[in-house]
């Protein structure tokens, strides 16, 4: 299974919205809503903040969410603050009954 | 609250074999499965598979898997992760997930280090 594609990295300014692409397959992303995005950042484990495509977890703020179009989901975050600087991975459920993820995007807030 | 708390660190030296285990609280262990993913240094996050703790079901991403073992003991809550024939490439933070479509918790991450 092949990872989904995701840019190496992504910037916006404290106040902006910088959006993350996530691209697979019919087989995984494009074939299931069961899409999540993942904070991690530096020395600590991930932190889940997306699921199903466009749901957020208890605690997650608002200004994160999601969608999906076809074979590729989107992470939006609006209102960027320092605090968001991190990387971002996206995973879908697939066709073989695994998990697949993305490279992950490393978003710098300037 | 749901808690997933990993072993400590290991050193190992290749063609050794490492046992991870994941001690999971605050919720029913068997209505959810178990999933597994690795991060090298530096590196994105990869899929190692998982184990459904209900009926012990496994799926193990294709290059790992003959290698790899997952295992439950549903009397103590726990998941173990078992890696054989350990080369320098496997050197990494091995994290255990609840699995739901997606991994709706984590464990803090175990480093496992492969060196002669």
């Known amino acids: 299974q092949s990872a989904l594609t995701q840019p190496p990295s992504a910037s916006g300014s404290p106040g902006q919205s910088v959006t993350i692409s996530c691209t697979g397959t019919s087989s995984d992303v494009g074939g299931y809503n069961y899409v999540s995005w993942y904070q991690q950042h530096p020395g600590k484990a991930p932190k889940f903040m997306i699921y199903?495509?466009?749901k957020r977890p208890s605690g997650v703020p608002d200004r994160f969410s999601g969608s999906k179009s076809g074979n590729t989901a989107s992470l939006t975050v609006s209102g960027l603050q320092a605090e968001d600087e991190a990387d971002y991975y996206c995973s879908s459920y697939a066709a073989t009954h695994n998990l697949v993820f993305g490279g992950g995007t490393k978003l710098t807030v300037l | 609250q749901v808690q997933l708390v990993q072993s400590g660190a290991e050193v190992k030296k290749p063609g050794a074999s490492v046992k991870v285990s994941c001690k999971a609280s605050?919720?029913?262990?068997?209505?959810?499965?178990i999933g597994w993913v690795r991060q090298a240094p530096g590196q994105g996050l990869e899929w190692m598979g998982w184990?459904?703790?209900?009926?012990?079901?496994?799926n193990y991403a294709q290059k790992l898997q003959d290698r790899v073992t997952m295992t439950t003991d549903t009397s103590t809550s726990t998941a173990y992760l078992e890696l054989r024939s350990l080369r320098s490439d496997d050197t990494a933070v091995y994290y255990c997930?609840?699995?739901?479509?997606?991994?709706?918790?984590w464990g803090q991450g175990t480093l496992v280090t492969v060196s002669s």
């Open positions: 199903e495509v466009n």
């Open positions: 605050g919720y029913t262990f068997s209505t959810y499965g």
């Open positions: 184990i459904n703790t209900f009926n012990g079901y496994r």
């Open positions: 997930g609840r699995v739901n479509y997606s991994l709706d918790f």
